[in-house]
């Protein structure tokens, strides 16, 4: 039997340079940062076809998944959830809500979720000490998991976990499982299932609705609380799991320049958030203090969610 297994990322060159929006600095993508060779598992990371118990389950999530996100289903989470009226609460305190949640689409760590922002934050403040809105976008990514909390609607795992994809347009061969697709009701609609769909060359992401989650939740929370976080903050809470995009290269047509420029940083976080899990944890209450002054620094003390 033939085992398909993903790469790892390409490296982004050494001499690729991004314009910072706020301190205009040339940027090289740091070398301190050691790749593991297998995941918690044992196994490689994202594989999504290694026989195991862990994994059986996280197929059988996508193929929930990828029956019921459709364009009209999108559409209505997100009406209902830009109400912003779920909770009032700080970010940190968000953070600590985050102790109970497991993320089962996730094959590589079956940790707590705060964990796993700790330890991709960390990493990151480690090779990008001066980035600070990094770091913090890397604690903060996650957050919209509490979507599967009951005062946040106790959402099943499908509608706020795993690898998203535009709606309203064709499924990408690319995207993980992307065989349950032929499920989805979406799949033959002839408004929906040619290359562009609803969309048009080069109309900016912005303008594609995103399969609903948490990444979708927290970009809203993040942009309505007035956060003063850069607009690369903001791609990468959005887009940090559209692995057909930032992967696969998938869906790139879609895109208009500023994608193209938030881009670079993603492909530097997604390092991060995916190679940082780990069995070894952080000491919370040492490095609170830190994260706690760039909350601070890039939001209000209380936030709707």
């Known amino acids: 039997m033939t085992i398909l297994i993903e790469q790892l990322p390409v490296e982004i060159q050494a001499d690729e340079t991004n314009i910072h929006a706020q301190n205009q600095k040339e940027l090289v993508l740091g070398d301190g940062f050691a790749v593991p060779e297998t995941n918690a598992f044992g196994h490689n990371f994202r594989d999504y076809t290694v026989e195991s118990a862990r994994q059986q389950g996280v197929e059988n999530f996508y193929k929930i998944n990828h029956f019921n996100q459709t364009y009209d289903y999108v559409s209505k989470m997100r009406v209902e959830y830009a109400k912003l009226d779920k909770a009032e609460m700080s970010i ?56 599967l909390l009951p005062s ?83 791609f990468i809470i959005r887009y940090h799991s559209f692995y057909a995009l930032h992967k696969s290269g998938a869906y790139k047509e879609l895109m208009n320049e500023e994608d193209k420029e938030n881009l670079k940083w993603l492909h530097i976080f997604n390092k991060y958030d995916l190679y940082s899990k780990s069995k070894v944890q952080i000491n919370v209450e040492e490095v609170k203090p830190y994260y706690m002054s760039l909350i601070e620094k890039y939001f209000p003390a209380k936030l709707k969610w």
């Open 152 to 234: 946040f609607g106790e959402l099943p795992q499908w509608a706020v976990v795993g690898d998203t994809f535009p709606v309203g347009c064709a499924f990408h061969d690319s995207i993980v499982h992307s065989k349950y697709f032929k499920e989805n009701p979406d799949y033959n609609n002839t408004a929906y299932k040619s290359k562009f769909g609803v969309y048009s060359e080069g109309c900016g992401l912005d303008k594609v609705l995103m399969s609903w989650g948490h990444d979708d939740y927290m970009y809203l929370v993040a942009k309505e609380n007035g956060t003063t976080l850069p607009s690369a903050g903001l």
């Open 92 to 147: 940190w305190e968000c953070c600590e809500l985050l102790n109970d949640v497991v993320d089962d689409s996730d094959p590589d760590l079956d940790e707590p979720q705060i964990q796993h922002l700790l330890q991709s934050a960390e990493a990151i403040r480690k090779d990008y000490p001066d980035e600070d809105w990094l770091h913090l976008t890397a604690l903060i990514h996650d957050l919209g998991k509490v979507l």
